[in-house]
């Protein structure tokens, strides 16, 4: 037996067993990892272009970042939020700095998951309305009220479920009934989030929260001016407008800091973690003045503004100002972009190619139909692995690729990789 087999036996003997690794019986063991590679406990090196789910954001261990963690864990590891500590606040000013709008208060947390709680009760608490408005096909994480915002069925565990949660049509425009342009698409959505304020709720929400491109859901890139017909409508009815930051904030959608900048709406409540702080556990929330001011009573978060995770954070930030990586992310971004649908021409199962900057997105189909291929896309996942290249799976049938390199990346390792995605879509042309 291999060393990754004993490794992934006794794995099996003491973990959950709904806590599954990628690639079925032969899942990577990581051993290593430096920039933009990971080497298993065998010694293969692999291209990372998921980056442990869109998180490793300035490459693995990355240098400078990690030189200044390594100081703070020798300066102060941990007080806990009942001190003050400097870094905490610098970070909170740096976000504030960059974050769009009014949006100057922060609390920290360790996941993206509770960055979404904190969201959610300062908007109740701001309001005086329980009700949220969410899309379907978002994922918000794995708690309770979390896994209630989320909206793809096999993510949604316990069966304890928030009953102001309402989920409305999602701007999926390449899995629209048929026939109907981008703008109908968008009119439909806007249908169904006023039939659904009209008839299941009592007209008054708290929030209306959604990721600016969804993640886990597939890379779902809305058309322009959905956000903005959206917004006044949860304005009237008295909600604030929560932007869902995990995985498009931080440079990666190309140009701009986050998501929502493209979308031309100012967003009340932002949410983060993932890519802020490299790989250290994050969650951050912000808000406005008010908002921050209505969450009154007693709320703690051991972990939050940690002063190692805040040291991260900040070099992590400060990593991707000085070197420009929300310009890289669009450069690259569209370098990936042409290369990928250069290849969709050539394999009429790639139904779509879809993204913004460094999150780009394939969804396999049967081509006579248009379904969904999860089967195809699962043996494409495997077979670019085992030629040395990690990329993400998504989307509610399991039928799309993600590829979302560091943003650090530069056009050679594009390169190295496409001709890996090349080669692999031939594995399985069939
Ligand atoms: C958009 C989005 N929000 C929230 C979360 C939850 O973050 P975490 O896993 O850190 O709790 C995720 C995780 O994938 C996510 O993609």
Redesign the pocket.
Same mark, same amino acid.
């Given at each position: 037996m291999s060393a990754a087999d004993t490794i992934l036996e006794r794995y099996q003997a003491v973990m959950f067993p709904a806590a599954v690794p990628y690639h079925g019986d032969a899942p990577v063991v990581v051993d290593r990892a430096q920039d933009q590679y990971v080497w298993d406990i065998e010694g293969n090196r692999y291209l990372d272009f998921f980056g442990g789910?869109?998180t490793v954001s300035v490459g693995h261990c990355n240098a400078e970042v990690t030189e200044r963690t390594i100081e703070q864990l020798k300066k102060v590891q941990h007080t806990s939020t009942i001190y003050i500590n400097e870094i905490m606040v610098q970070v909170a000013e740096k976000v504030a700095e960059l974050a769009p709008g009014r949006l100057q208060k922060c609390y920290f947390t360790? @996941?993206?998951?509770?960055?979404?709680e904190t969201a959610i009760m300062a908007a109740r608490m701001y309001t005086g309305n329980p009700t949220v408005i969410t899309l379907r096909h978002?994922?918000?994480?794995?708690?309770m009220t979390?896994m209630s915002l989320t909206a793809h069925g096999a993510w949604r565990l316990g069966g304890v479920i928030d009953p102001y949660i309402r989920h409305v049509r999602n701007p999926y425009t390449f899995r629209a009934p048929a026939g109907l342009t981008p703008e109908q698409v968008v009119d439909l959505c806007v249908q169904d989030l006023e039939e659904t304020l009209a008839t299941v709720t009592d007209g008054k929400i708290a929030a209306f929260m959604a990721?600016p491109i969804?993640?886990?859901g597939g890379f779902i890139v809305p058309p322009a001016d959905y956000f903005q017909r959206v917004a006044p409508i949860v304005r009237a009815a008295g909600g604030v407008f929560i932007a869902?930051?995990?995985? @498009?904030g931080w440079g990666r959608t190309g140009d701009k800091w986050f998501g929502i900048e493209h979308w031309g709406v100012e967003p009340d409540i932002m949410?983060f973690?993932?890519g802020m702080a490299n790989g250290s556990?994050i969650?951050c929330t912000i808000t406005t003045p008010e908002i921050a001011d209505a969450v009154k009573g007693l709320t703690f978060a051991t972990f939050g503004g940690n002063p190692v995770t805040m040291a991260t954070a900040l070099a992590t930030i400060e990593y991707i100002e000085k070197h420009d990586l929300k310009g890289n992310a669009a450069v690259q971004g569209a370098h990936l972009r042409s290369k990928l649908e250069e290849l969709q021409a050539e394999f009429p199962f790639i139904g779509e190619v879809r993204g913004m900057g460094l999150m780009q997105a394939l969804e396999f189909v049967h081509p006579e139909t248009n379904d969904p291929d999860a089967a195809r896309t699962n043996a494409f996942l495997n077979a670019a692995k085992s030629r040395g290249l990690l990329l993400g799976k998504g989307g509610l049938y399991g039928n799309v690729v993600r590829i979302s390199p560091h943003l650090n990346t530069t056009a050679e390792d594009i390169n190295a990789a496409c001709e890996i995605i090349a080669a692999a879509l031939g594995d399985v042309r069939g």
């Open positions: 789910v869109l360790s @996941t993206g998951t509770e960055a979404n978002a994922y918000s994480g794995r708690s979390a990721e969804q993640g886990v869902d930051e995990v995985q @498009t949410t973690a993932k556990p969650g």
